[in-house]
């Protein structure tokens, strides 16, 4: 069975920088799916953050964290990062790592989800 575990949230302030990392188990990921981040925040509904295709040769960003926010793939270790930067407030969510058959920013096209990791990001 698939699974994917996120690692890395936790607290940071504005202007700081946290390393999500989302592991995959189970049959291996890397030569069949494209890999996303979104992220939830209370109250609102799941958005993507994120994407990255199965080679790594492809990326995808939403444009609130283009310029701050890198995503990239260690095929080896089938897991994926998501480096950020200059975190602001409105980046306090729980963040999700996916994987599905396509490249994609949409949720519906992914097939597999983590639990989800806590990103807190105080002013």
């Known amino acids: 069975q698939r699974q994917l575990v996120e690692s890395g949230g936790g607290l940071v302030q504005a202007g700081g920088s946290l390393r999500l990392s989302c592991a995959a188990s189970g049959r291996p990921f890397s030569s069949t799916y494209a890999m996303g981040w979104f992220r939830q925040a209370p109250g609102k509904e799941r958005e993507f953050v994120a994407a990255?295709?199965?080679?790594?040769?492809?990326?995808y960003y939403a444009d609130s964290v283009k310029g701050r926010f890198t995503i990239s793939r260690y095929n080896a270790k089938n897991t994926v990062y998501l480096q950020m930067s200059s975190l602001n407030p409105e980046g306090t969510a729980v963040y999700y790592c996916?994987?599905?058959?396509?490249?994609?920013?949409?949720?519906?096209?992914?097939?597999?989800w983590g639990q989800g990791t806590q990103v807190s990001v105080s002013s």
């Open positions: 990255i295709s199965w080679s790594g040769g492809s990326t």
């Open positions: 996916a994987a599905g058959f396509i490249l994609s920013t949409m949720v519906h096209d992914y097939d597999y």
